[in-house]
């Protein structure tokens, strides 16, 4: 989706960026060559913790250890005002093939799939993480930007 979508999100407004593997932040983060952090988020709880995609968590962490903003940006409806935290929001567990094998085409052109790991490992493939609030410098939001707390989120909807 980054490379993709927000990426080219990026290029209409002019922004300035760099797309990078998912596995290289903490590398540039230590290097000094991320500026500031933004995420998108699928569910926000009452009290600001974030579940995105798998990894914003780690990318949180080390964007605090490295003082660099962390900020998570979505609509509205987004956030959950019935869900009191992070730890109530259920995480979805994917398909283990997933991780298992990988699919691609054989020389003669036949679509194929191949284990790439040893039979009898174990998968574990969660699709989602939650961040709790102290990573997160702010929430943009349509009305604004703002410190996630749940007395600026309940504001956010008065």
């Known amino acids: ?9 990026l290029l209409q407004e002019g922004i300035p960026h760099a797309i990078i593997v998912d596995n290289a932040a ?12 933004i995420v998108g988020a699928d569910r926000v709880a009452s009290n600001g913790d974030v579940a995105n995609k798998i990894g914003t968590y780690e ?5 605090k250890e490295n003082g660099i903003p962390f900020y998570a940006a979505f609509p509205l409806s987004t956030i959950d005002l019935e869900c009191p935290g992070g730890n109530y929001i259920p995480i979805e ?33 969660p699709s989602f993480d939650v961040t709790p609030a102290k990573y997160i410098t702010g929430l943009i939001t349509p009305r604004g930007i703002i410190k996630p707390t749940k007395k600026n989120i309940l504001g956010l909807f008065k």
């Open 93 to 125: 567990e994917r398909s283990q093939d997933e991780v298992l094998y990988n699919y691609g085409k054989t020389d003669s052109g036949e679509f194929e799939r191949v284990r790439v790991s040893p039979l009898g490992s174990q998968v574990k493939n």
């Open 26 to 37: 903490g590398y540039y983060m230590n290097k000094g060559d991320i500026d500031i952090c």
């Open 59 to 63: 990318k949180a962490v080390l964007a």
């Open 1 to 9: 989706q980054g490379a993709r979508l927000t990426a080219w999100e």
